[in-house]
């Protein structure tokens, strides 16, 4: 499968009978597609991310009506997709919060925590995917959100901690774990079609 961009790659999966397409889709904890730490108003997922061009917008505003729903009904309800897995982050919505607006941006005092939680709770991660139907013509295909911590966006902090190698490995490994179970469960609901996983690493921030 050569890539045309993923805004591209999905409108072309939809004319591909045999085989189901999952997309995993760079995004931040909160699913929102923010290129900084802010949280996009009610209906204003499009408008807010008209010139974002990295790959998490490009592919959510494929199917403008399920984007906006996601930004109404998880970003702006306060979703966290580390409610569970990184409990010590706090709330998306609690200003000063490691993980406020969806963004995870530990500090010096904070990432020794996170990286224990993540570490004993990296599978409790939970990941949107939805189905999606960009044309009414073509068939359906699954994005699924995903997020890194924005260690780039952590001013100041000593990067040469163990625990800053550790946070990210981790938050990675419970992307892909979340990913790779979908990918199977996806085998089980279409038992007679291959599925093809479109995997993306998320989250420049982390680097």
């Known amino acids: 499968?050569?890539?045309?961009?993923v805004e591209k790659d999905i409108i072309s999966a939809t004319s591909d009978v045999g085989r189901v397409h999952l997309f995993s889709v760079a995004s931040?904890?909160?699913a929102a597609e923010a290129p900084s730490p802010f949280t996009p108003p009610i209906g204003r997922a499009m408008t807010e991310?008209?010139?974002d061009h990295t790959q998490g917008p490009l592919a959510q505003r494929t199917n403008p009506i399920v984007f906006e729903m996601v930004n109404a009904f998880l970003t702006n309800l306060g979703f966290n997709m580390m409610e569970y897995a990184l409990p010590s982050a706090g709330k998306t919505y609690s200003k000063r919060s490691p993980?406020?607006?969806g963004y995870l941006t530990p500090t010096d005092e904070t990432i020794d925590e996170l990286a224990v939680d993540i570490i004993t709770n990296f599978q409790k991660l939970e990941v949107p995917c939805y189905e999606s139907r960009p044309s009414r013509s073509g068939e359906s295909v699954y994005l699924m959100l995903g997020a890194a911590p924005a260690i780039g966006y952590?001013?100041?902090l000593k990067t040469s901690k163990k625990s800053c190698k550790d946070l990210p490995y981790w938050a990675y490994l419970a992307n892909?774990?979340?990913q790779?179970?979908?990918t199977i469960a996806l085998l089980t609901k279409y038992p007679k079609k291959e599925v093809v996983y479109h995997v993306t690493g998320t989250g420049l921030g982390v680097f």
Request: charge should be negative; aromatic fraction near 22%; avoid cysteine.
């Open 99 to 101: 993980i406020e607006h």
């Open 180 to 182: 790779f179970k979908q």
């Open 1 to 5: 499968w050569k890539t045309d961009g």
């Open 49 to 51: 991310s008209e010139y």
């Open 176 to 178: 892909f774990t979340a």
């Open 154 to 156: 952590s001013h100041n």
């Open 28 to 30: 931040q904890y909160n």
